[in-house]
């Protein structure tokens, strides 16, 4: 059988990208002198939580996650990342490929929740490896990836932080049910407020008992207004 060994050696964000990626470089080794004339691979990306510290700030925001700190040595495990698949070209002895992975910052979803804590430092990821090998030299075989192949990284979370402020700059985006959408439309449409960033610090200022912004006038049709950015201010 093809040995492959697998190492990450490095990440970095996709800005070309038309949704939030990430790019992982992966160099696969093959022992043996065999030509490898493709693998399909499989890989599943895992953040290992209790392999880096926390300051007190992203502690506090880790706590729907994991709860308090001092129950972290049973709560502190796993989270799935990501699943991705790539077909790596053929090869003899060594190559280096890209994984792209793409990402989502929906605040619902575990991992996005984890990197929105942190401030600084690194994200150990371990990526676990599995697929099809094609080999050979007159002619092919077909072997599996064996389960045990992994690697390991530690990306940057400056890494993550750039890669979400390219595709949404200044912002961050909230899930809800539609119900609330609709009544939330309604309450912006009523006050005349420009932005959802406005509805929502309407909201908030009501809710602390201060005053909210006072109604604007509607314009009549032909009026100009100045613009406002729905991707920079939300």
Request: with cysteine; net charge neutral; proline share 8%.
């Amino acid at each position: 059988m093809t040995d492959l060994s697998f190492a990450c050696t490095g990440v970095r964000a996709d800005r070309y990208a038309a949704a939030p990626t990430l790019l992982f470089r992966l160099r696969l080794t093959a022992t043996g002198g065999d030509r490898v004339h493709a693998v399909a691979l499989r890989c599943q990306l895992r953040i290992e939580p209790g392999r880096r510290g926390y300051r007190t700030d992203e502690a506090e925001a880790l706590s729907d996650l994991f709860g308090e700190r001092s129950r972290w040595g049973s709560t502190l495990q796993p989270l799935q990342f990501a699943q991705v698949s790539l077909v790596v070209p053929g090869f003899t002895g060594e190559t280096e490929v890209d994984l792209p992975v793409p990402c989502s910052y929906d605040l619902d979803v575990a991992a996005g929740r984890y990197f929105h804590a942190l401030r600084d430092g690194e994200v150990p990821l371990l990526l676990l490896f599995s697929g099809t090998v094609f080999a050979g030299t007159g002619g092919f075989r077909v072997e599996p990836v064996p389960w045990n192949k992994e690697a390991s990284v530690r990306m940057p979370v400056s890494v993550w932080q750039e890669m979400t402020e390219t595709h949404f700059p200044g912002c961050g985006w909230l899930r809800l049910p539609r119900e609330t959408l609709d009544a939330l439309l309604a309450y912006r449409s009523r006050h005349a407020l420009p932005s959802w960033q406005a509805t929502v610090a309407s909201l908030l200022a009501a809710a602390e008992g201060g005053e909210p912004p006072a109604p604007r006038a509607r314009l009549f049709p032909g009026v100009a207004a100045h613009p406002v950015s729905e991707r920079t201010a939300p």
